[in-house]
């Protein structure tokens, strides 16, 4: 009793493309609580037309969003998980049938040359986040497909270990400030604070993945996250950058341990659409879609 | 919000109508051009070689299709709106070249480029971003593809039928909606500042 290639490729292909297809519920009911609250009625008008665009993707199962972006999975190997053959190749194949049948529109290129491969899958990419669930006897894969807008908007800085907190509240600000119209807004946004330069981007990526009902459980990061949701959305760049209270629809932040002299602190920014699809890969074989 | 339903082409007159603000639905031929098609277009003009489109009154649309079948049959199976900021070197020259009417995108266009659909009478229609069956339903059809090398960022004539809503970003008058919402922006940004201590 194993967990097949096989069986890895089918689920990374159908976790890729529902990804792409479903509105995960906990962004279109804060959309929607988002919408009665806005008080401008090119805001809401747009807020509206963002959840019926959702709806008719759900509908003719094609995507919501045409930049289908670059594939990526966050992997959790469970401790007694038994796998039978390469997970890495198993998703790598899996985007490729999944590009090809949904289809998506193949972005992946060589950073230099800009060849591009044609199936979204090359040296480095899909992008794969991995984790090791010690006591779990399943393999879980989390589809989170990533698009341009946001990260070309998305930043991170070096502070040194003796920056007040102000600072970095400032660059938070400041960072969604310069994104204004760009990264399709309402954006949601996921801060990485602490690590090392090599660590804090994983943070806000698993920070922005975080779902929006979900506050942090640290109550000093919680008090943070809500701080900074009520700055940005003060901004008043609204829904396209077009005005209106609804500029963000969630600020999650993840921390680790720093250095004594340093902080990193890195800047997700994501457009009202966070693609996330996961599912468990069971040693008998069945998968259970989340 | 005025709504407004327009056939394409557009002519000046036509564009000097149209308002910041207002909500737009078209119908007719757009042209899907990116950054790269830009630069092509205008080295073909300045070349004195002839472009596979109109060379005036003009849609354009910055956005990504996903093309299905041969060239004898195309199909869209979706399409939608990319970031224009990516086009706006190029832009100011391409609408004069050309005389752009209208041009469809996401987030907005800068200042040259505003003064450029001013002179030449031109407006910025907003698509609301990440909707992609929005757009998708309205094309009637895809009547065909050129400059097939440049990959994604190929030119498509599509035809649609009620497109939208968009909203005129930016119109011919030189109003930005963008541009008032950046000096906003700007002013909050300092009351921020000031209330974290900065």
């Keep these: 009793m194993s967990i097949s290639e096989k069986v890895i490729a089918e689920a990374a292909k159908q976790l890729y493309c529902a990804s792409l297809v479903e509105l995960p519920g906990d962004i279109r009911r804060r959309l929607c609580e988002m919408e009665a ?21 759900q509908r003719e199962q094609n995507v ?26 198993a998703v790598h194949n899996g985007t490729a049938a999944g590009t090809r049948e949904l289809p998506a529109i193949p972005h992946s290129v060589h950073p230099i040359t800009k060849a591009n491969s044609g199936n979204g899958t090359g040296p480095g990419t899909p992008i794969i986040h991995w984790d090791v669930l010690p006591d779990a006897e399943y393999l879980e894969i989390t589809a989170q497909p990533v698009g341009g807008g946001g990260d ?3 930043a991170v800085k070096m ?8 600072e970095v509240k400032k660059f938070i600000v400041d960072t969604v400030a310069e994104a204004g119209s760009k990264p399709c807004p309402p954006m949601i946004i996921g801060v990485g604070l602490g690590g090392m330069f090599e660590s804090v981007n994983q943070l806000a990526k698993r920070a922005v993945m975080r779902p929006l009902d979900q506050r942090h459980p640290d109550p000093m990061i919680q008090e943070l996250e809500e701080e900074l949701l009520g700055y940005v959305n003060a901004l008043g760049i609204g829904p396209m950058g077009l005005g209106g209270n609804t ?43 989340l | 919000m005025t709504e407004r339903h327009l056939t394409l082409p557009l002519d000046e007159a036509a564009v000097r109508q149209l308002h910041a603000g207002d909500i737009v639905y078209l119908t007719g031929e757009v042209l899907q051009l990116l950054g790269p098609a830009h630069q092509r277009a205008l080295s ?22 996903c093309l299905t079948g041969d060239d004898s049959q195309l199909h869209c199976r979706f399409m939608g709106a990319s970031t224009s900021a990516g086009v706006n070197p ?16 996401k987030g907005g266009m800068d200042q040259e480029t505003l003064r450029a659909m001013q002179e030449v ?5 907003a698509q609301i971003g990440g909707c992609s069956q929005l757009c998708t339903k309205s094309v009637q059809k895809v009547e065909g593809r050129f400059w097939d090398d440049l990959a994604a960022n190929v030119g498509v004539r599509i035809r649609f039928q009620e497109l939208g809503p968009l909203i005129v970003g930016m119109d011919a008058g030189g109003t930005s909606l963008y541009e008032g919402v950046r000096q906003q922006i700007l002013k909050q940004q300092a009351a921020i500042h000031k209330e974290i201590g900065v």
């Design chain 1, 37 to 57: 609250a806005e008080t401008s009625e090119l805001a809401r008008l747009q807020l509206r037309k963002i959840m019926e665009n959702a709806d008719i993707a």
């Design chain 1, 64 to 89: 919501i969003c045409q930049d289908t972006g670059i594939a990526s999975y966050h992997i959790v190997i469970g401790g007694h998980a038994k796998i039978d053959g390469d997970i890495v190749r």
């Design chain 1, 152 to 154: 070309l908007c998305s």
């Design chain 1, 159 to 166: 502070f040194t270990g003796s920056a007040p907190m102000q």
């Design chain 1, 247 to 289: 500029t963000c629809l969630a600020v999650n932040i993840e921390y680790s341990n720093t250095g004594t002299y340093i902080l990193p602190v890195a800047v997700k920014i994501g457009c009202w659409l966070i693609h996330r699809k996961t599912a468990r890969l069971f040693n008998d074989g069945t998968v259970q879609y």
């Design chain 2, 44 to 65: 073909y003009k300045a070349q004195g070689k002839a472009v596979p489109f109109a060379e005036e009154n003009i849609a354009i649309y910055h956005c990504y299709t």
């Design chain 2, 90 to 105: 190029y832009e100011p020259e391409f609408i004069r070249a050309f005389k752009v009417r209208a041009i469809i995108g």
């Design chain 2, 121 to 125: 009478g031109c407006v910025y229609l």
